[in-house]
């Protein structure tokens, strides 16, 4: 893919914004839309053109990339009135950075196909800061030729893109990805609470433990920021709740049986209750320490 060749970015939340910012950073042209008009105003200041719609970014662009809350947001920007769809034709590649449930991931990519448009379903990994720093993780679903056509543009977003396999297969990746995340950001709050009431330092435990088999990239990131006493978000809460309802919902589909991450899933909801829902994915801590009748800062 020349860079002059147009991209569009829809979806300009907490990750979108920087992604889109990195794409401009790299030397493409970037048409903007979101509904929120603040992030459009900051992107087009930096060079970016905005549009009105998600036709609008189709008409002007030989890329569009969206990444929005869930599956009904994506559906609707791109098969509903004013859509993506609407301007879709032989040569565009459609790029979904969301993560949504597969099945609707195969849904827009047929529907696509049908104007002769190319899908790549292609969530990623590594949050607000992996988004700042073009270091994030894609996983991709769809025509490996529409990948390479669209590598270089990936490459100013993530450090590792693989190519998992047909469409719909990287939204299977990314929902493997959250079962880790959410039981290792679980796991983090019990062995810090578990620490803190059984009589140990929790911050020289971490020390101790994140060496050996314990070690993973939660344990490396996230106990610095809790010790900090900050829960503010690079993944909110409310966002890890509804990707665990994703997986729940394709595993009914496929009878998988996840017991972990249907108890993960209520404590996660148990946070949306507590009013925690733009809380870090990490401050389900927060439900381990009422539940424990303790707390990491004392």
Excluded at 120 to 149: F, K, N, W, Y
């Amino acid at each position: 893919m020349e860079k002059e060749y147009r991209v569009g970015y829809i979806g300009l939340g907490l990750m979108g914004k920087s992604m889109a910012r990195n794409i401009l950073r790299a030397g493409f042209s970037l048409v903007v839309h979101n509904r929120s008009r603040a992030a459009v105003n900051e992107l087009v200041a930096e060079g970016a053109a905005a549009a009105h719609s998600p036709a609008e970014v189709a008409e002007q662009v030989d890329v569009v990339f969206t990444n929005l809350p869930d599956s009904p947001d994506v559906e609707s920007v791109v098969l509903g009135e004013h859509g993506i769809i609407e301007k879709a034709r032989p040569g565009m590649v459609y790029v979904d950075n969301s993560t949504i449930k597969p099945a609707v991931a195969r849904k827009i990519a047929h529907r696509l196909a049908e104007k002769g448009a190319q899908s790549l379903d292609a969530p990623v990994s590594g949050g607000d800061i992996g988004a700042r720093d073009g270091t994030l993780t894609i996983m991709v679903g769809g025509p490996a030729e529409a990948l390479e056509r669209v590598r270089p543009i990936l490459q100013a977003l993530g450090k590792t893109i693989t190519h998992v396999g047909e469409s719909g297969t990287g939204q299977i990746a990314k929902a493997a990805n959250q079962i880790m995340v959410a039981a290792q950001m679980v796991a983090m709050g019990e062995l810090l609470i578990f620490a803190r009431k059984a009589g140990a330092d929790p911050q020289k435990v971490v020390e101790a433990i994140k060496g050996g088999a314990a070690q993973c990239w939660t344990l490396d990131v996230k106990p610095p920021r809790l010790f900090a006493g900050n829960r503010n978000p690079g993944f909110k809460a409310y966002m890890q709740a509804k990707d665990l309802a994703i997986i729940m919902d394709t595993a009914r589909e496929y009878g998988i049986p996840l017991p972990s991450t249907a108890v993960d899933l209520q404590l996660f909801n148990a946070m949306l209750q507590s009013g925690m829902s733009n809380l870090d994915n990490s401050a389900v801590i927060g439900i381990i320490e009422m539940l424990a009748n303790a707390t990491l800062l004392e």
